[in-house]
């Protein structure tokens, strides 16, 4: 696994060894990430990263978010309470040399609680697949207050997902097994039903 763009590039991560079979640990291929980067970057809605700042829930090795932060975004939340996704991700944020400008979060991303600090402008959504967690997860970090009015919000899994009322579908695609939904939260004013 490496980074695949901006002022990391090219980065090799930690390697996932045995993983975590239990915690469903699936890393986001490098394919798919720099899809899913290409997306975010050159879409008609927008380049979403520079200066934002990024909530990566179910983060995994941490992969998607130190992608964010190599792409100019400028501070990271990771959320996961997987012991073996901890110990990824503070060996990946050692790597990128990154930690001062990362929060490690070890919680249930389905009860996130009320919001620690100001909200996030991207979120990303890589939940255990075909388990609705990324609906709870959302759900929570919508009424918890993590996200910022106008946020965009990249949700991985393995079929369409059961998306909320309150954001708006801008894209979706297919990559082998992974379908990659794009959201964006209204700004504060605008209905999310507004095109």
């Given at each position: ?9 090219g980065?090799k ?5 045995a993983g ?9 291929t490098d ?9 975010l970057?050159?879409g008609r809605?927008?380049?979403p990263l ?7 829930l179910?983060?995994?090795?941490g992969?998607?978010?130190i ?6 975004a ?51 959504l ?9 609906e ?20 991985e ?11 708006r579908?801008?894209d979706?695609?297919s990559?082998?097994?992974t ?5 964006r ?11």
């Amino acid at each position: 696994m490496r980074i695949v763009g901006g002022s990391l590039r090219g980065l090799k991560l930690a390697a996932l060894g045995a993983g975590d079979p239990a915690a469903h640990l699936r890393p986001t291929t490098d394919r798919v990430r720099e899809s899913i980067f290409n997306l975010l970057m050159n879409g008609r809605h927008g380049n979403p990263l520079p200066g934002t700042r990024v909530l990566d829930l179910f983060a995994g090795t941490g992969a998607l978010g130190i992608e964010a932060l190599s792409r100019g975004a400028a501070h990271l939340t990771l959320v996961d309470d997987g012991r073996a996704a901890q110990s990824l991700i503070r060996q990946n944020l050692r790597l990128a040399r990154c930690a001062d400008r990362a929060r490690l979060i070890g919680r249930d991303a389905t009860r996130l609680g009320g919001a620690e600090g100001a909200p996030h402008d991207l979120i990303f959504l890589d939940p255990p697949y075909a388990q609705g967690l990324g609906e709870a997860a959302l759900a929570s970090a919508h009424q918890g207050g993590w996200i910022a009015p106008g946020a965009t919000i990249l949700w991985e899994e393995s079929r369409p997902p059961r998306l909320p009322g309150w954001a708006r579908l801008l894209d979706q695609r297919s990559y082998g097994g992974t379908v990659v939904t794009l959201l964006r939260l209204p700004p504060v004013g605008e209905d999310s039903t507004e095109v």
